[in-house]
Structure formats: structure tokens, C-alpha cells
């Protein structure tokens, strides 16, 4: 029970990765905050930790809160429905993101841009809004937030996905060496290529075995990311196992980046 006591936000947690931190973060104690802007996938995930109905999940207590995190108001909404369940929040990951569909650079549209970039980077600047005052007045919190191996070895297709995940990672250890004097830690995973809701998008190809093997091949270990995989890794950074740690953009991607 590594979080027993904690409170944790998990934004864009009604799928994907975001699912594996919210019900690996409850079996170790934590109350959790599930946010999605799929309302419903939100409440799913919150009612499997309540009732415990999957196997893997046996304890700490969730709520949905439907949002969107490049909302303003919909952080305040995040905030409040927190402390009024919890009465406290020592951290906020930051998972929320999406991406253009892999095609070439003069493909991409304005509306396209602007969406990936407030959804993975703008989100970012509102969390820090939301919460680093709070965090202050607490004496503490941690930030996770979840960039990607595209954002240190970009593939090809994904120019502005790539970039806006290099911006969540600068500005991840700008904001570390920026808040440490006030005990808030702020540290990045980044994942290689997983099997989400994502993964035909990134590889802008249809999801044949074929397509996935020209994958797999630029991965040492062989196989895609998991959300177990990036939750293993969030637990440690939220953890007070990590208390020292802050500025890390740690890869969970089977060597890819080296
Ligand atoms: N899957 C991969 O290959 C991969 C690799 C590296 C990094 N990532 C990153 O991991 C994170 C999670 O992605 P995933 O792969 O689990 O994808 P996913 O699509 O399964 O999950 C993303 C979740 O975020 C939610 N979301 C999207 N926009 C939102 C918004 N504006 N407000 C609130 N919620 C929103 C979606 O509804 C969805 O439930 C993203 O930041 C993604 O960029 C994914």
C-alpha cells in the first residue's frame, strides 16, 4: 500500500494508460480522481475501483469527474470535487492527450495543431494554474506527467505530436528546478507506443500484425508498452519512495531511446 493517504488526480484516465494508473494507484491506497472527457468511460473506470469488480483492484475509494483539461473551469471543477470527497490532494497526473493521425508534415491541419497542442501542452499550463498554489499552501505535491519517447526520438509523421510532447518534457524539468524550493516535485514518463485507443493513429497505417511487426522491430525488448508498464512507473514517482526525485523524464519504452 504504497499511497495509502494519498489523493491523486488522474486526467484522461477512462482508457488507455490513464486507466492503468487510476486502478493501480486505488489497489495501493490511494483515493483517486478519475477524469475524462468521455464522461462515461470516467464513471466505468470509478465504479470498477469502488466496487472492486475487477480482480486486480481491491482497495481505495474513486470518483469520475467529466471534463475537458484544456478548460479553465473545468480544472476549478476538478479541484473542488477533490477536496470536497477527499479533503486533500498531494498529486496530479497529468495523462490526458491525443494526437494527429501519422501522415506528413503539410497534411496536418490549423485545427489539428491547435487541438494537440492544447490538449497535451496547454493542459499542463492549467494544472500548474490550478494547483501550484495549493501545493504551496500544503508544503507539497508532485506532478506526473505523461509525454512520450516522441518527444526525445520522434518518428517520422507525427511532427507536432512530437513536438508537443518535447514541450511537455522542458517544460516538465523547467517547472522541477522552478518549484523545488517549494517541495513540488514535477517528473515525466515517457512511454513507447502502446496498445491504446492510439496506437492506428501513431502508426497511420492499418493495425495488421504485418504493420505492427515495423514497429515492434525499433523496440530492443519486443513488445509494445502496457498500462501496467507506465502505472508501475507513475506508483514509483508518486510515491515517497521518489521524494528525492524531481526533473526525470523516465522512459518506459524497451530501450527504444537508447
Ligand atoms: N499509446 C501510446 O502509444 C502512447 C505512447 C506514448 C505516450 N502516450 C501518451 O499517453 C497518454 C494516454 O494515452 P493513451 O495511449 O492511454 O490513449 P487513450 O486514447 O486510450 O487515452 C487517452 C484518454 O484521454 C482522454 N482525453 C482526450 N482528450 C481529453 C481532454 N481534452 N480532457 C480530458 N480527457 C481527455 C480520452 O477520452 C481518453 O480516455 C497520452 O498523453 C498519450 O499522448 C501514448
Redesign the pocket.
Given at each position: 500500500m504504497r499511497l495509502q493517504g494519498k489523493t491523486v488526480i488522474v486526467?484522461?484516465?477512462?482508457?488507455?494508460?490513464?486507466?492503468?494508473i487510476a486502478k493501480t494507484f486505488a489497489r495501493e491506497g490511494a483515493n483517486v480522481v478519475v477524469?475524462?472527457?468521455?464522461g462515461p468511460?470516467?464513471e466505468r473506470v470509478a465504479s470498477e475501483i469502488a466496487l472492486a469488480s475487477s480482480p486486480e483492484v481491491k482497495h481505495g475509494r474513486a470518483i469520475a469527474v467529466?471534463?475537458?483539461?484544456?478548460?479553465r473551469a473545468?480544472w476549478q471543477t476538478l479541484f473542488d470535487a477533490a477536496i470536497q470527497d477527499f479533503g486533500s490532494v498531494q498529486v496530479v497526473v497529468?495523462?490526458?492527450?491525443?494526437?494527429h493521425r501519422n501522415k506528413p508534415v503539410l497534411d496536418v491541419t490549423e485545427a489539428e495543431f491547435d487541438r494537440v497542442y492544447?490538449?497535451?501542452v496547454k493542459?499542463i499550463y492549467w494544472s500548474v494554474e490550478q494547483f501550484v498554489p495549493y501545493f504551496r499552501e500544503q508544503g507539497g505535491g508532485a506532478f506526473i506527467n505523461?509525454?512520450?519517447?516522441?518527444g526525445v526520438r520522434p518518428r517520422p509523421g507525427l511532427v507536432w505530436?512530437n513536438g508537443?510532447?518535447a514541450a511537455?518534457i522542458i517544460a516538465s524539468k523547467a517547472l522541477a528546478v522552478e518549484l523545488g524550493p517549494d517541495r513540488i516535485r514535477v517528473n515525466c514518463?515517457?512511454?513507447?507506443?502502446?496498445?491504446?485507443?492510439?496506437?492506428s493513429e501513431?502508426m497511420g497505417m492499418e493495425d495488421t500484425p504485418e504493420n505492427r511487426r515495423k514497429f515492434l522491430a525499433t523496440i530492443p525488448l519486443g513488445r509494445?508498452?502496457t498500462?501496467q508498464d507506465?502505472a508501475n512507473a507513475a506508483l514509483y514517482l508518486a510515491s515517497d519512495d521518489a521524494e528525492f526525485i524531481t526533473g526525470v523524464a523516465l522512459e518506459v519504452d524497451g530501450g527504444r531511446c537508447v
Open positions: 486526467t484522461g484516465g477512462g482508457s488507455g494508460f490513464g486507466e492503468g477524469n475524462d472527457l468521455n468511460a470516467a467529466a471534463g475537458d483539461v484544456t478548460r473545468d497529468n495523462n490526458a492527450g491525443t494526437t492544447a490538449v497535451n493542459s505523461i509525454a512520450s519517447t516522441a505530436y508537443s510532447k511537455v514518463i515517457n512511454p513507447v507506443m502502446g496498445e491504446t485507443a492510439l496506437l501513431f509494445f508498452s498500462p507506465i
